[in-house]
């Protein structure tokens, strides 16, 4: 039988101990760091007001995993990155786009912010079950001041359109009036002295999945099936 020599013991334990103590430390500076980052992040990512198949069949859960999970995502990561270190880092999003806005300068930062504004607003522009005509305040200003809700989802349509390639179709207060509006790539009414009201967006990431080259599709079955005028109406009041 083999004697153990009690100092190779203590040895062993203390090493085990060490070694045990040292990934311990290595986790908890891991979890540190993790929240340091993300303490140091201006923007973070929203979550999505409804699960990522909740629009379907109009807007596939796939394209709400690349939609929101990729483009929406890389906005994010993108600006977090431009204004890490300046004092852009410390405004709000809205400050941001609003600050960097035909500065040639803050190009990225601006084309990066607004995106993830405009995606935002976007996807609390939808709801499942949504659709139709809206009511109350929001149908008599749309009549008051668009010539009907008719006209209005006519010439919505036509602004999502004729969009020329990439961006987005919104219905916006301005000077205190009604206005169908339609902007190119991440340009947004908000930078624009209107406040927004809804948005569709006409980038093909958006519906190309699902819709292929058909845009017009898409727009119609957004308007009959997902718009969310409880959101408009509640953008109206505020």
Known sequence: MKTQVPGAVMDRRQFLFTAAAGVAALHMGGMFMSASAQAAEAISLPALPYADNALEPVISAKTIGFHYGKHHAAYVANVNKLVAGTDLAQMTLEEMVKTT???????GVFNNAAQVWNHTFYWKSMKPGGG?????????????DLGGFDKFKEDFSQAALTQFGSGWAWLALVDGKLKVMKTPNAETPLAMAAKPLI???????????????????????????????DFAAQNLKG
């Open 101 to 107: 806005f035909g500065d040639k300068d803050k190009v």
């Open 132 to 144: 139709g005509a809206p009511g109350g305040d929001l149908l008599a200003k749309i009549n008051a």
């Open 199 to 229: 948005t569709i967006d006409v980038w093909e990431h958006a519906y190309y999945l699902d819709w292929q080259n058909r845009r017009a599709d898409y727009i119609a079955a957004w308007l009959d099936k997902l718009v969310n005028w």
